[in-house]
C-alpha cells in the first residue's frame, strides 16, 4: 500500500475559520495511506522577483514541501469573488523563478466554505484558472461549493452526519484522482 502525502494550503489565516475547519474534517475523510499536513502560508514575504535569486527561508521550505507532497489540496475562503491575498502570494512564491514551479504536474483538489448562498464558486473558478497556468492537475468533478450553515460540522468539529455522504463521495472522488496522477 502507498503512501499519499499531501499539502493542504488554507487560503485564511484566521485561527477560528470555517474553511480550516473544513480542512481539518475533511482530512479524516480519507483513507488511512492518506496524511494531510497544513502548509504554513502567513509568513511568507510579500512576493517580490527581485528575490528570486535569494528566496526567503519560509520560501524555500514551502517549495520542499509541495515537491515531496504527492498531492495538494486548496482549502479556500472567497474574498472579494476572489481567492485570498495570502493564497496567490504563497502561490506566485512557489511558482518562481520562472521555470522553477513546484506546483507543476502536482494533482490537486480544490474545496470551500463560506457564509454566503454560492459558497466559494468565484474564488474557485478564479483558482481553477490559477492552476492550470500552472499545470497543476485539478479534480473538476464533483465541485463543491459549500455553505456555512448549522449542522456542516457536529459538536467535535468533524462532518456532521447530515453533510458526510456529499462530502465522503467528493473525497472518494479525490483520492482516485490523486492516485490517478500522483508520481
Known amino acids: ?3 499519499y502525502q499531501i499539502a493542504v494550503f488554507v487560503g485564511s489565516l484566521r485561527k477560528e475559520s470555517f474553511n480550516r475547519q473544513l480542512a481539518n474534517a475533511v482530512a479524516k475523510l480519507a483513507p488511512p495511506e492518506f496524511s494531510f499536513k497544513q502548509i504554513k502560508i502567513g509568513e511568507l514575504p510579500l512576493y517580490n522577483q527581485d528575490d528570486d ?3 526567503a527561508d519560509s520560501v524555500k521550505r514551502l517549495k520542499a514541501e509541495i515537491l515531496t507532497a504527492q498531492g495538494l489540496l486548496f ?3 472567497e474574498y472579494n469573488r476572489s481567492i485570498s491575498a495570502v ?3 504563497a502561490i506566485e512564491h512557489a511558482s518562481r523563478p520562472y521555470g522553477s514551479s513546484a506546483w507543476a504536474g502536482k494533482p490537486a ?3 470551500g466554505v463560506s457564509p454566503g448562498a454560492t459558497g466559494t464558486a468565484a474564488a474557485q473558478q478564479h ?3 490559477i492552476l492550470a497556468a500552472l499545470d497543476v492537475a485539478t479534480l473538476g468533478l464533483p465541485e463543491a461549493f459549500i455553505q456555512a450553515r ?3 460540522f457536529d459538536e467535535a468539529g468533524d462532518i456532521s452526519i447530515a453533510s458526510r455522504p456529499f462530502l465522503q463521495s467528493w473525497m472518494e472522488c479525490y483520492v482516485a484522482w490523486i ?3 500522483a508520481e
Do not use: E, Y
Request: no cysteine; glycine share 8%.
Open 109 to 111: 483538489g480544490i474545496l
Open 1 to 3: 500500500m502507498s503512501q
Open 179 to 181: 492516485k490517478k496522477h
Open 53 to 55: 535569486a535569494h528566496q
Open 87 to 89: 493564497l496567490k502570494n
Open 127 to 129: 483558482l481553477r484558472n
Open 75 to 77: 482549502v479556500t475562503p
Open 150 to 152: 448549522d449542522g456542516l
